[in-house]
C-alpha cells in the first residue's frame, strides 16, 4: 500500500476528533505566514545552488528542475486535500441526524 492510499485509510471524522480532543506529543506549528515559511526555506537553498552552480545558466537550470518538482508535489498534494476535504464533509453530511431522533439518544 502506498503512503498516498494510507492517508486515504486514516481519513476518517473519528481520528480527527481524537486529534482535536488529545492532540499527540510532538506538533510542528509556526506562527509564520505561508509566505514567510516558504522564503525561509527557499533562499538558502538557492544560495547552496548557486554555491555549487556559479555558471548562471547552469544554476538556472538545475533551479528549474527543482521547482518543477515543487509544483507536482504541490499540485498532487493540493488534490489530495480537496478529496480529503470532499470525503470528511460527506462522512459530516452522512452523521447528521433529524434533531428529534438527537433529542430522543440523548434522554436514553
Not at 498516498?4 to 499527540?24: W, Y
Not at 488534490?79 to 439518544?105: D, F, S, W, Y
Request: charged content about 30%; some cysteine; overall charge negative.
Amino acid at each position: 500500500m502506498s503512503y498516498i492510499d494510507e492517508i486515504f485509510k486514516r481519513l476518517d471524522i473519528q481520528h480527527i476528533r481524537e486529534f482535536l480532543l488529545h492532540g499527540v506529543e510532538e506538533m510542528n506549528i509556526s506562527d509564520k505566514g505561508y509566505k514567510e515559511r516558504i522564503d525561509e526555506v527557499r533562499k538558502p537553498v538557492i544560495e547552496f545552488f548557486q554555491g555549487q552552480y556559479p555558471d548562471m545558466d547552469e544554476c538556472e537550470k538545475i533551479t528549474n528542475k527543482v521547482y518543477d518538482l515543487a509544483s507536482i508535489y504541490e499540485e498532487v498534494y493540493m488534490e489530495i486535500g480537496l478529496q480529503c476535504g470532499l470525503l470528511l464533509a460527506m462522512q459530516i453530511v452522512n452523521n447528521i441526524k433529524h434533531p428529534t431522533e438527537n433529542e430522543a439518544n440523548c434522554h436514553e
